[in-house]
């Protein structure tokens, strides 16, 4: 318990921080969250179809199932 306490405390300072492999690491993943908007010549590369959402604009429906916004 008093192990688990300690590496909870180190692991919450560096990300505190910003610094190390921590800081790193939690950028890498808070980029990956974000999904960046896809040109609609992107979509059609990727072998996707560009479609509109009523009120909510464009998106690119990907053969894999998966949809992402068009810039």
Do not use: K
């Not at 980029?31 to 010549?41: D, E, F, K, L």
């Amino acid at each position: 318990m008093r192990m688990r306490r300690m590496l909870g405390l180190a692991l919450a300072a560096a990300t505190l921080a910003g610094t190390g492999a921590v800081g790193a690491i939690g950028a890498v993943s808070a980029q990956a969250a974000t999904s960046p908007n896809m040109t609609r010549q992107e979509c059609t590369d990727a072998g996707g179809q560009v479609q509109a959402r009523p009120y909510a604009g464009y998106y690119c429906a990907l053969p894999d199932g998966s949809t992402q916004p068009v810039t």
